[in-house]
């Protein structure tokens, strides 16, 4: 790790295939980040548990996502990439943040919310206490930084909250992190549903737009893509589903929205949806192209991932050590 740089923590929850929404809003400005800061980036499988899996595709899935990470342009050699389960830390930290956490902030958090609803009939503490250990992840690197999308910006200012309280019980200890939110794409929405956020695991595959999706695939999710009858491109809050479209064909290009509007003035929704559609196809073909070829090497990603969490591990466990000893647990003494 570099000492004059500062450092940058962010995380995806092998939950299914990374989303257009996933990619925009977060994994896109990881791969941009990695020359200013040290970064550190992680695969949530723990997070991951608090709705019922399927152990193996839970499995196959994280391998997945480490793949997808590199795909996408982040560099093993210069972040630390790692499985959030490998390092025990986590979960310890987690544990010590929990005795400063109230049920009643977590019960308010809007995600709890809406997963309490989704997932009605499994409605376990995991899901509650999700965002303390998302600001144990945090905390452990003292994390200066935190590239988000809006949809994660109530749980930072959690971790904020845990971290001023711990400080201020036990002394400084943790670094309070700010958040890096995107200008454009920092809540892509659904395209069947624009009124939700896009997720990887809406049941309804036509809402979202998978990394590993084929040009046809893309194509024809866009072709369906729900909008309004008004016929104009132009972005607007009483049209969210054009809006919509508007913010990815920006986000992707590097153009202003306004541009975009110009771009498209007069043409019609059809041959917006498809011009959308082949952009966004062309911008993901070689992530997925590249995520095939490496998911072939099974030994380099292990490896990959045994160093990241070797790394990871190394100074994680210098914060966990320092945060025991501040809360007043008992160490025996090393001889020198
Ligand atoms: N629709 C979105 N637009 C912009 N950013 C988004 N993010 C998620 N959805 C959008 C950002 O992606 C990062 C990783 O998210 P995550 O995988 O940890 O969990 P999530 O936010 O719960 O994402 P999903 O796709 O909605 O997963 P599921 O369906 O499993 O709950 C975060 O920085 C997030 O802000």
């Not at 690197?141 to 999308?149: E, K, L, M, R, S």
């Not at 995520?291 to 090497?297: I, N, Q, V, W």
């Not at 490896?303 to 050590?321: P, Q």
Request: neutral net charge; hydrophobic residues 40%; proline residues 5%.
């Amino acid at each position: 790790m570099q000492t004059d740089k500062k450092t940058l923590f962010s995380a995806a929850q092998p939950s299914g295939v990374p989303t257009l929404g996933n990619y925009l809003g977060a994994i896109k400005n990881w791969v941009m980040l990695q020359d200013e800061y040290n970064c550190i980036y992680s695969i949530a499988d723990l997070h991951c548990l608090t709705v019922r899996r399927e152990p193996k595709e839970l499995r196959a899935k994280s391998l997945e996502l480490l793949a997808l990470y590199i795909a996408c342009g982040v560099d093993p050699e210069k972040s630390c990439l790692f499985m959030q389960s490998h390092v025990p830390a986590h979960a310890e930290l987690t544990w010590i943040l929990n005795t400063l956490a109230y049920p009643g902030e977590l019960g308010r958090m809007t995600q709890f919310k809406d997963k309490s609803k989704k997932h009605a009939d499994n409605v376990n503490m995991g899901l509650m206490d999700y965002p303390v250990l998302m600001a144990a992840d945090i905390l452990l690197y003292g994390a200066d930084v935190v590239p988000i999308g809006v949809d994660q910006k109530q749980h930072l200012e959690l971790t904020r909250d845990l971290a001023i309280r711990f400080n201020n019980r036990y002394s400084e200890t943790f670094v309070v992190p700010e958040p890096i939110i995107p200008g454009i794409g920092a809540k892509i929405m659904s395209l069947q549903d624009p009124e939700r956020k896009m997720s990887k695991s809406d049941p309804n595959e036509n809402s979202y737009v998978s990394l590993l999706d084929d040009e046809e695939t893309v194509i024809r999710k866009f072709k369906r893509a729900v909008t309004d009858s008004d016929n104009s491109i132009r972005f607007s809050a009483d049209k969210p589903g054009i809006s919509n479209l508007i913010t990815i064909y920006s986000a992707v290009t590097g153009e202003n929205i306004s541009c975009t509007e110009e771009k498209f003035a007069g043409k019609g929704y059809g041959e917006f949806k498809i011009a959308v559609g082949e952009t966004v196809a062309a911008a993901i073909a070689p992530v997925r192209k590249k995520t095939l070829e490496l998911l072939s090497d099974k030994a380099y990603l292990d490896e990959v991932m045994k160093n990241g969490a070797d790394r990871a591990g190394y100074l994680a466990n210098k914060t966990l050590s320092k945060v025991y000893r501040k809360v007043g647990l008992y160490s025996p003494e090393r001889k020198k």
